[in-house]
């Protein structure tokens, strides 16, 4: 009986359902978090009698034939990449990118990641990195005698020094954009990787033309929205209850054939 391994994949494929979802509600506060969604597809056909085949001697065809499906599978987990809500932290190294693209940053391995979550800091020399100490490309150095720091849209880092009158210009972030969003691959920290399937990064001037705009004193929040995620956690829920039931018919069922007699 087929139907106790088709839906043992259903069961597998709801659990990875109900796993994506959980992650996603695990980061509804995780700054820039773009949420996950499962896809599934259906697995290979049993031909049993194929459509199209000749039913007689005289020309007639089966119009529709016989295909038993063997369950479900996991096509991909796809990340949806459309922009969180914007907010005020009123913190002058909060940056958010309203628009395409990611911030880069360097890794201590000298390999390049890119984020979209903009909380960065200073390190001890003054140059501006993430919460984990990785420098944000290109590297932007603030004066120890900075006493205010002012970064406008087009990412240009001005800082007002004390007894100077003009602001000083000490640098201007990069926007990194891909062909594909959702072929990055994350690598947490909220931190992700280029990929064969991303393509290659094209690097660009914030506010320009293909390239979103910085916002200081704004972070992204995640774009996860906690009432469709529950709503699809229940109905994953129910699916895998489904499949279960299933099964349960199945065995009863193969209980009745062997106490024949």
Do not use: H
């Not at 506060?29 to 773009?34: D, M, V």
């Not at 007639?60 to 499906?69: A, E, F, L, M, W």
């Not at 984020?115 to 004066?143: C, D, H, K, N, W």
């Not at 009432?227 to 209980?255: F, G, P």
């Amino acid at each position: 009986m087929k139907a106790l391994s088709i839906a043992a994949t259903g069961m597998l494929a709801q659990q990875l359902n109900v796993e994506v979802i959980s992650n996603n509600i695990a980061n509804m506060n995780t700054t820039a978090y773009k949420r996950q969604r499962a896809e599934f597809q259906d697995l290979l056909y049993q031909n049993i009698e194929r459509a199209g085949a000749a039913s007689s001697d005289a020309g007639t065809i089966v119009p529709t034939g016989i295909q038993i499906g063997v369950g479900v599978r996991t096509a991909g987990v796809y990340r949806v990449t459309s922009q969180g809500e914007l907010v005020n932290s009123d913190t002058p190294l909060d940056m958010a990118i309203n628009g395409k693209g990611y911030f880069r940053v360097q890794l201590p391995s000298g390999e390049d990641s890119y984020t979209r979550a903009g909380s960065f800091q200073l390190s001890p020399q003054g140059e501006i990195v993430t919460s984990e100490g990785y420098t944000v490309s290109p590297g932007i150095t603030i004066p120890q005698e900075a006493i205010d720091i002012s970064i406008n849209a087009n990412g240009e880092v001005l800082v007002n020094i004390e007894g100077q009158l003009e602001p000083q210009n000490v640098g201007q972030f990069e926007v990194v954009t891909f062909p594909n969003n959702a072929g990055l691959q994350a690598m947490g920290d909220n931190l992700l990787l280029e990929t064969p399937a991303s393509g290659v990064a094209t690097i660009g001037a914030p506010n320009t033309p293909g390239f979103g705009a910085i916002v200081q004193g704004y972070l992204e929040r995640s774009n996860v929205n906690s009432v469709a995620e529950i709503t699809q956690l229940i109905a994953a829920q129910r699916a895998y209850e489904m499949n279960s039931k299933v099964i349960s018919t199945a065995d009863e069922m193969l209980s009745v054939t062997s106490n024949l007699r």
